[in-house]
């Protein structure tokens, strides 16, 4: 009986210590799961070979241009999870990965919710802002799923309010919504490009080129300075800023990169511009098309709409953007996707640090990094 109890004591002496560590354990278990959710991105999620793309005599390449991969819509969500299981989209993320100059990116959508969200997913890093105005010929489910993504990311902004971007005008209001939505917050420049934009290049590499524009608007790789934005008369259509804005608009707003500091004297401007309509489905202006387009493939605007065919060239293109047709080749934005993730994750020119948080791994291609 004697030692009965006293086994009985030791046990209990004994699992005080033990549940403590277990606790512990627990603890920092949890806290590493969680720590490493946050630096270690997840690679797109693709089903073709994109490093086979790169050779357009490979059996591989011949066999994909015959039968393209087609954006496939997925089922709506029925909550925030099910958008943070499909995607990589960190709410904190190191310093050295996300950089320190606040961008805003800005695009009006209408259709292709799976599109939105994978060129979201390419740009996406917790410092940045993005905001979707959407279209008012967009679908219910389409504003029902942007509206979630806008409720389930705090940097994602989704307006409530439908613009109609048929015209100038309505374009450059759903633009001046987002800016005016977030103007206390501290962005230092905003991106705007049209729905069919791709980028090409981190986010960060974005957001140091932009930071060397100090106050300064470009579009159309054309800079203007403050004093050019206030003395511009919105009556002079034989001015550079008039020109290049109205080609600028004509091709749906893409890209130009304005400093947060001129954003309400240029849209003043623009606005004060005669308004006009712009190409859409319904009325595309194609007449005058990009050159070199190898696809034969026009955006509603004329701009050329990349695939496959064209991604052994693009690491070599220093264009920011480009155009993809999800409904023509959604492979090849698959591919782009994957050049972006190596280019911010991996690439040691614009990101010298991003290998430390793949837990030094020395992995260097997405495909080292699946293994
Ligand atoms: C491209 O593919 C072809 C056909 O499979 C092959 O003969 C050629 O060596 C490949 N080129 C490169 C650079 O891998
Ligand atoms: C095209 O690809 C899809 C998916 O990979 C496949 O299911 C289909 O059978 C292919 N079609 C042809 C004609 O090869
Ligand atoms: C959008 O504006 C255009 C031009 O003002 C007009 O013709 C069109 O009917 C409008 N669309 C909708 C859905 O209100
Ligand atoms: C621009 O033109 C409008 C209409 O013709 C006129 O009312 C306005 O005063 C003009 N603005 C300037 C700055 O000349
Ligand atoms: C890209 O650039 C590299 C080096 O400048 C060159 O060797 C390669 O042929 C280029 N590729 C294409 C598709 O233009």
């Known amino acids: ?44 999620n693709n089903d073709i070979d994109c490093e086979q793309m790169f050779n357009t005599s490979s059996e591989n390449f011949i066999t994909y241009i015959e039968n393209r991969t087609l954006l496939e819509p997925s089922q709506n969500d029925k909550n925030c999870f099910s958008i943070r299981r499909r995607r990589y989209l960190p709410s904190d993320m190191p310093k050295s990965m996300a950089g320190n100059h606040n961008m805003y990116f800005i695009r009006v959508v209408s259709k292709d919710y799976d599109f939105v969200e994978e060129v979201l997913t390419m740009m996406h890093s917790p410092i940045h802002f993005f905001c979707f105005p959407i279209d008012i010929s967009a679908d219910a489910l389409f504003k029902e799923r942007m509206f979630r993504l806008g409720d389930c990311m705090v940097n994602v902004l989704v307006p409530r309010e439908l613009f109609n971007t048929s015209t100038a005008h309505g374009m450059l209001n759903a633009h001046r919504k987002c800016l005016k939505e977030i103007d206390e ?23 140091r080129r932009s930071r060397r524009l100090r106050d300064m608007v ?3 790789g054309v800079h203007f300075k403050e004093e050019q934005l206030l003395a511009a008369d919105a009556n002079d259509t034989s001015s550079q800023l008039y020109q290049v804005t109205r080609n600028w608009m004509q091709h749906l707003c893409s890209v130009a990169t304005i400093s947060h500091s001129q954003h309400k004297t240029l849209y003043d401007y623009l606005l004060r511009t005669p308004n ?3 190409p859409n489905d319904l009325h595309r202006e194609t007449y005058v098309v990009e050159s070199n387009c ?20 693009i690491r070599n293109t220093t264009r920011l953007f480009i155009r993809g047709d999800p409904h023509y080749d959604f492979g090849f934005v698959q591919c782009v996707h994957e050049v972006v993730f190596e280019r911010t994750y991996f690439d040691p020119i614009s990101n010298k640090n991003a290998n ?14 699946r293994n």
Do not use: R
Request: with cysteine.
């Open 1 to 44: 009986m004697a030692n009965h109890d006293i086994c009985t004591k030791t046990m209990w002496a004994l699992s005080v210590p033990l549940c403590i560590l277990l606790i512990a354990f627990i603890a920092l278990t949890a806290y590493a799961t969680y720590s490493f959710h946050i630096f270690v991105p997840i690679a797109p």
């Open 185 to 207: 917050f501290d962005w230092k420049h905003a991106v705007i490009t049209a729905e069919h934009d791709l980028p090409l290049h981190s986010t960060k590499f974005l957001s």
């Open 218 to 220: 470009e579009i159309n």
């Open 276 to 278: 006009f309509d712009l």
């Open 294 to 313: 190898d696809t034969k493939k026009y955006d509603v605007d004329g701009s050329c709409l990349y695939a496959m065919e064209d991604f052994p060239s």
């Open 356 to 369: 430390n948080y793949l837990y030094g791994s020395h992995k260097n291609l997405i495909n080292d990094y």
